[in-house]
């Protein structure tokens, strides 16, 4: 379950309570994932939770809190962050679209025989993938939400989606990369520094490169491989692209209420 319910008093609607959504603590995890299936499956569930916030938008008495109740500061600090939501989903996005086509690339080399020139491609791509993620702006920014004031439910439903968007982006990037996530510190400075190496389908297909090359393993075996992790990088991909017109069908909503 991606989404739970519960009644709050904070926003009352005649004698009954407004249904607040919850964002499932699995959303907000910043574990590494443990495959590209899984990391499709939180992408998922934030699709989920986006079209309940927007229900949520949609009931008058909570247009009516956030136009005339919500301090200035939360207002902007909502506002400022789908600005960087849109910007880290749209970079998650270019990475993922580069790597489905360095597969794809790789794949057609395999076939054609032309596997070392394929290679060198491959590889030279992944570095230049290390390059997108470390100029990713959003990973830089620290996020100090909610201070200096009180949160109610129908905000911190908003900052706690924003959070968790933005954590998984970047457990989606540690996963590309092959480092292990971390807690706290920067992401860019973690995968800079990191000595560990995490077994993901992209190491996988690393691994499985070298061995290809230098032991002259099963091409078969390994076109497999790589088709498989194509497949899943497209479902990925596609979730990303749902994903980034929930956060703009959303952040419109907003910014009418915020107008009217």
């Not at 443990?34 to 939770?49: E, P």
């Amino acid at each position: 379950m991606a989404l739970q319910h519960t009644r709050s008093r904070s926003f009352p609607c005649g004698s009954q309570g407004a249904a607040i959504v919850k964002v499932d603590e699995s959303l907000l995890s910043e574990s590494t994932p443990s495959s590209l299936s899984s990391l499709a499956d939180r992408i998922k569930g934030l699709q989920n939770l986006y079209e309940s916030i927007d229900d949520l938008l949609l009931l008058p008495h909570i247009q009516r809190s956030i136009a005339n109740e919500c301090p200035q500061k939360c207002l902007d600090e909502m506002m400022e962050g789908y600005i960087m939501l849109l910007d880290a989903c749209a970079a998650a996005k270019d990475v993922v679209s580069v790597a489905k086509r360095d597969a794809q690339e790789l794949l057609s080399g395999v076939r054609r025989r032309m596997h070392a020139e394929a290679a060198s491609t491959y590889l030279s791509s992944r570095r230049k993938l290390r390059k997108m993620v470390q100029k990713a702006s959003f990973l830089r920014k620290k996020q100090n939400l909610g201070k200096g004031y009180e949160m109610r439910p129908v905000e911190k439903l908003l900052m706690d989606a924003k959070s968790a968007t933005l954590g998984m982006i970047s457990s989606l990037f540690f996963y590309m990369m092959g480092t292990k996530a971390h807690s706290c510190g920067s992401l860019v400075a973690k995968i800079m520094e990191s000595k560990r190496v995490e077994e993901t389908e992209f190491t996988k297909v690393d691994a499985a490169l070298m061995s290809f090359m230098h032991n002259g393993d099963d091409g078969v075996k390994f076109a497999d491989v790589l088709k498989s992790m194509e497949c899943s990088i497209q479902i990925v991909e596609e979730g990303l692209e749902c994903l980034f017109r929930s956060l703009i069908k959303t952040r419109v909503v907003l910014l009418n209420i915020l107008s009217y």
